[in-house]
Structure formats: structure tokens, C-alpha cells
């Protein structure tokens, strides 16, 4: 216990002379969470609209109205003709257009079931499925205001309520998972570069000649970061909840707790890395490489039921898709520990597994 | 060192030159092209060398490509797809049967039957059973042929913003199918139709953005790297003390990377085209025009890198930080730049590939002719000349040194 006490100062000591690994601790996370948070957005805003009215009719410029004042769209202006928008759309002008045939007024007065058109740029397939669905929301409201007056004509809607992300920003949903993301990285990356490093310099030798244990030495190692990576947690958590308005709808302390589980999986990694590489670059590579796959992989960015089941089946193995999962879980549905297990359980045998074979390879003598 | 100096910025004129006459320029020099290919002409087979026996380059020339193909690919989907649909359907009738066979028909749900109010669904969303709950109270078959307005309740776990704006919409189609089967029409029709990409795949979307990918990891990664390597191991010295002219190291060392990069872009716009099967349908030479100049602005920013890094490891993050990182981010590779916020809006007009990616995508699905493209072209030039500027003015000075 002493030792690992005394390996502990002298590790914090290491850490926090260098100014450049402050920098990366606490200054980068913060960065990463500010620019990321923001950019990473699967909201759907500003899109260009272009409107043909060959009408002119009052039900049309009523239509038109409800489309211009839509936040969700950005009005770039009136057509002169249908081809106009066609053209738009190809010049990256205009994402989605509306074209209203001649005579919309008086064949909607007389029942005659006139046709809107819209038209959608779907190379950005995500972005033209959301814009559509906002236009036909409204047309659809607009539908309903003239049906009332009919009442023989009534549909059956559907009364959609949207639990736990009402407003539907993506940042709530992206946030979290970028949290685990980046206490990833943190975790990961310091761990190797830091193991790394000493094997470099040959402090690493210096260390195995002392009486100390392997066990006792991993942990010396290891303690650190884990308690830097929780600092780093929190610090991003207060970003969030001080820059994007984010609320914990769950359990703190079970945050914190899997949070902890979690990193037993990242830093073993991260030390299983270092027996890897004998250079601090190949470590960096390496982690590099190592994040890709984890990120692709973990549903960060778009659903995992959207993948071949291929892929998904492949996304078992990947520790950072149950620590996600978890977070989302907590953040935005606040669901409580015994709705977890089957994220938990995992990553509680990835750790282990994890911590197990980088204690094996991870020999208390140079080669 | 003057003289090299002198000599450098002639080179670089003429390095100007070629990047926009083309490569015709260099016989044009009143030294004969020979002797300068007889020299550049080893240092690219040494550079090829470097390559072959790099792991780490060849990792990221062949197998990055085919790894960010298949992520990106197949990994990287917005199409939504079996969603878990809870139904609890408390009138039990002919009506609420023919509804339920409605959502049963769409291909986006998987429907299950359930009981109980809403606390049951809640345990249903915690335990992730469910993504969306139908409810159809009891009354429903009473209402529904009524003059009364009738309704069913839908809920939608929303953490997922994305996934649930679509769930919305989808549920709604499968509704205004039901009703249009039960005869009750909106009194006018929208008539959605979608250009270049009908299906909404996403392989259209992120495939051919890929191309901007790699062909920045390559060019600027890979050239700041292997400069930055000469530099730290002093080799670059010893070149410099050889009669070989600095242009030459230059183009020596870039004409490799410059092959590369182009083999890779066409494998990828191979795999787009055959295997993702996403259509070319403008002109093929104007996205290899397209490529060009993007490769040109890349190397540029790969050059201004390493004259700026001493180290391998410097230069790697300097790439990563500088290029990789904004390519991805702000460019509109993944993330739509419209949604941003205004600040960050403003520092995607300093990323190249936003300017690429539209020429891609643009002339693969849009068929798109260089009058639509002039203005990204254009930017694409101006920016390769801005950095090879800088790049040829820093280069000198870290020659002095």
C-alpha cells in the first residue's frame, strides 16, 4: 500500500509539471466538447427553400405563408418557373421547392382535390426525409383547417407525443455519447502515451530494478488516470449543462458508478496498447486506429438497428457501445439500474477480460 | 544560402505555373526537361522505396481507404429500419384490426402487441422494447365512422431526435394511407418527389464524400509526414548539400503521394460505382478536374505543415488537427453545415473540402457541368494558390535556418 501511495505522488507529481498535458486534460476536453457539441448535429435547420406560385390565389399565399415562416426553413425566394426550381436544386441553390399549379384556389374551393408538388434534393437523404416531413406537417395542418369545415370528410390523426426530448435536438442524444467518446480518448490515450513514455526514456527499467510488484506498479499506473478521467467527466458534464443547457435526468452516482466500469475496460486498453508500441507515435497511431472502430462502431453517431446485422453483431464487441448506451440511458430516459444490466454485465467482463490480458502481457522486465 | 534562395523563388514561380497551365510547363524551361527528370526521377523511386518499407504508410494508403469504405459504408446509416412498434390496442374491432394491419404493411415497423397504460409503456421504453407505442382506445371502432374527430395516441421515445423526427413522419404516411383507404381525402394532395437520390440512401450521401477524405489523408498527411521524417532523421540536409534543386526534392518527393491519392480516389469512386451502386451520371473529368485541384490545395497544406513541424509526431498531429479533423467535421461530410452554429458556419469557408464535396457529389448525382461549379473550382484554385504561397515562403526560411 505504501508503495503504490508513493508511485501515485510521483506519477501526479509527472503529470501535472507538464504544462502541455494540463493542456490536454482540461483545456481540450472543454474545446472538444464546446466545438463538437455544437457540430455535431443531426438537427435539421436552414433549409434553402424556393417557391413556385402559379396560382397567386388567397389559399395558395396562405400556404406559401405557413412554409416562409417556418424556422425550419430558409426562404430563398419566388420562382418564376417550375424548370426555375429544378435548376435551383441543381445549382445548390435551394434544398426543397414547392410548386403550386395554376388554379390551386378555385379547384380547392369547387373539391376538386388539387395536386401541391414537392420537390426534394436527396442527396443528403437524411436531410431531405426530415425537410419533407416538416412540409408535409404543414400542409397537413393546413389540410385540416380547411376540413374542419366539412364535416363529413373527417381523417384520423394521430395525437404523437415525444417523451423524454421534447423539442427534438439532437443535442441531447449527442452530448452524452460524446462524453463517453471523449473520456475514451482522455483515458486511452494517457494511459499509453504515459506507459509509453517512461518505456522511451527508461524510467520504465528504473521502475522493474525496485522492489515494487507488477500488480502494485499497474495500479500506481492506472489509479491516476482514473481518477483524472473522472475529473474529466465532470468537467464535461458541467459544459454541458452550463453551455448546451443539459439536464441529468437520471442517477448521478450511477453515472458516476458505470462511468467507473467503464474505465477499467479504457485503460486497460490503454495499457494493453503500450505493450503494443515502443514509441510514443506508434501509441498514438495505434489509440488512433483503436478509436475509429470504437466510434464507427458504437452507435455514436446513427442508430445501431440501422446497420447490416453483420455489422451489428460485430458491435457486441465493442466496449464503448454499451458505455454510451448507458449514458444515454441516464442522461435523457433516467432509467433506473435494474432496466441496465444488459450493458452492464458486459462491460463489466470486457474490463475484466481486458485488465486480465494486458496483465499478462504486461511483463515486469524489459525485453 | 542566397543562391539557394534566388533559386528557390524562380522554382516556385514556375511550381505556380504548372499548378494551373498543367504539365506541359516544364519544358518550357530554359533548362533542358531531361536533366530535371533525371533527378527527380530517383528521388521518387527512393520515396516509393520509403513507402514500401513504411507499415504505417502502407496502412493508411490501403487499408484506411477500404476500413472508412466499409464504416462509412454500411456503419454510418440514416435510414431507419424494423422499428420495435409496442401496439396496445384496447377496442379490440374490425376497425382498430384494419389499423393495426396498416402499420403491420409499412416496412419500418415491427409490430408487437402489448397491455396495460402508461406506466407499462415507460418500462417498455427503459427496457428499449419499444421505440414507439401505439394506443387505440376503446372507443375507437364507435368514433371512427362518426362525425366526430378521432384520434389514436402515439408515443415515441424521442432520445434520438433524429430517429424519432422519422418515426413521426412514418407513422403519419400510415395513417393518411389508412384514411385514404377508408375513403376521407385531404382536400388537396401534396405529391412529394425526390431528385438524384429517390431512395434516400446514404451510400449516395457518404461514399463519394469519402473521396474528399482520403485524398486529404494522403496528401497532406502523408507529404508533411515524409518531409517531417527527413528532417528528423537529417537526411533532408544531405539532399539539400546534393546538386539536386530544391523544386526537385519537392516534386520528387509529391509525385508519389500524387499517384497514390489518385489511385486510391479512383478506387474508391470504383467501389462507389460497382458495389454501392451509386450512380455517375455527370461528366467523369470534371470530378477528376475536381480531384486535381483538391489534391493540389492538400498537398500545399501538407507542405505548409511540415515546414512548420520538426518532428514526425508534430507533424502527424498537426495534420490530424489541421485537415482529417475539419474534413470531417465542418465540411458538410457528415453533419449539415445549415445547421451549425454562425461562428463555425464562418470557418467552414476555410475548409477546402467544402468546396470539393459538392464538385463530387455534384457531378456523380446531380450531373452537375462546370457552369454549376465554377464557384467551388474557383475557391479550390485561390486556396491552392494561397497555400503554396505561404508554404514556398516558409520553406525558404526553414532552408536558412
Known sequence: MQRILYLLQKEFRQVFRDRAMITIMFVVPVVQTLVLGSVMTTDVKNVKLLIYDADGSFASRELCRRLVNNPYFNFVGYAESASDIHEALDKWQAQIGLFIKPHFGRDLERGLRPEVQLIADGLDGNTAGIALSYAHGILTAFAQNIAVINPTNVPLVGETRLWYNLNLESKHYMIPGLIGLLATVVTMFLTSMGLVREKEIGTLEQLMVTPIRRAELMIGKVLPFVIIGLVEINVMMGVAFLIFKLQLAGSYWLFLGVSLLYFFTSLGLGIFISTLAETQQQAMFISWFFMIFLMLMSGFLTPIANMPLAWQNVTYLNPLRYYINLLREIFLKATPLNFLWNEIVPLAVFGLLILLASAMKFHKRVS | ?401
Open chain 2, 1 to 401: 544560402m542566397s543562391v539557394v534562395r534566388r533559386q528557390l523563388s524562380v522554382v516556385w514561380m514556375t511550381c505556380n505555373g504548372q499548378q494551373t497551365t498543367g504539365n506541359g510547363q516544364l519544358t518550357t524551361d530554359n533548362k533542358p526537361l531531361a536533366k530535371n527528370m533525371s533527378r527527380i526521377i530517383p528521388i521518387i523511386r527512393k520515396e516509393f522505396i520509403h513507402i514500401r518499407r513504411d507499415f504505417r504508410t502502407l496502412i493508411i494508403i490501403f487499408a484506411m481507404p477500404i476500413f472508412m469504405l466499409l464504416m462509412y459504408g454500411y456503419a454510418i446509416n440514416m435510414e431507419i429500419q424494423n422499428i420495435d412498434l409496442a401496439m396496445i390496442d384496447h377496442s379490440l374491432s374490425p376497425a382498430s384490426r384494419e389499423l393495426v394491419r396498416a402499420f403491420q404493411g409499412s416496412r419500418f415497423f415491427t409490430v408487437t402487441y402489448f397491455d396495460g397504460g402508461e406506466s407499462a409503456i415507460e418500462k417498455l421504453f427503459h427496457r428499449r422494447d419499444a421505440k414507439m407505442a401505439l394506443i387505440i382506445p376503446q372507443d375507437f371502432a364507435r368514433i371512427i365512422g362518426g362525425p366526430a374527430p378521432a384520434s389514436v395516441q402515439i408515443l415515441i421515445d424521442a432520445g434520438d431526435s433524429n430517429t424519432a423526427q422519422l418515426l413521426q413522419n412514418y407513422a403519419n404516411v400510415v395513417l393518411q394511407t389508412y384514411n385514404a383507404g377508408r375513403g376521407v381525402v385531404a382536400p388537396f394532395e401534396v405529391r412529394a418527389t425526390i431528385q438524384y437520390n429517390p431512395t434516400l440512401k446514404s451510400a449516395y450521401y457518404f461514399v463519394p464524400g469519402l473521396v474528399a477524405l482520403i485524398l486529404m489523408m494522403i496528401s497532406a498527411l502523408l507529404t508533411s509526414l515524409t518531409i517531417a521524417r527527413e528532417k528528423e532523421t537529417g537526411t533532408l540536409e544531405q539532399i539539400l548539400v546534393s546538386p539536386v534543386r530544391p523544386f526537385e526534392i519537392i516534386t520528387g518527393k509529391v509525385v508519389p503521394y500524387l499517384f497514390l491519392a489518385f489511385a486510391d480516389g479512383i478506387l474508391i469512386l470504383l467501389v462507389a460505382r460497382f458495389w454501392f451502386e451509386v450512380p455517375i451520371i455527370g461528366n467523369l473529368a470534371l470530378i477528376l478536374l475536381g480531384c486535381l485541384l483538391f489534391v493540389g490545395v492538400a498537398l500545399s497544406f501538407g507542405l505548409l505543415i511540415s515546414t512548420l513541424a520538426r518532428t514526425q509526431q508534430v507533424a502527424m498531429m498537426g495534420a490530424l488537427m489541421g485537415t482529417l479533423l475539419p474534413t470531417v467535421m465542418l465540411s458538410g461530410f457528415i453533419f449539415p453545415i445549415a445547421s451549425m452554429p454562425k461562428i463555425l458556419q464562418f470557418v467552414t469557408y476555410l475548409v477546402p473540402a467544402r468546396y470539393f464535396l459538392p464538385v463530387v457529389r455534384g457531378v456523380m448525382l446531380k450531373g452537375n457541368t462546370i457552369f454549376h461549379l465554377w464557384l467551388p473550382l474557383g475557391m479550390l484554385v485561390l486556396m491552392g494558390i494561397f497555400f503554396l504561397m505561404i508554404s514556398a515562403k516558409r520553406f525558404k526560411m526553414t532552408l536558412e535556418v
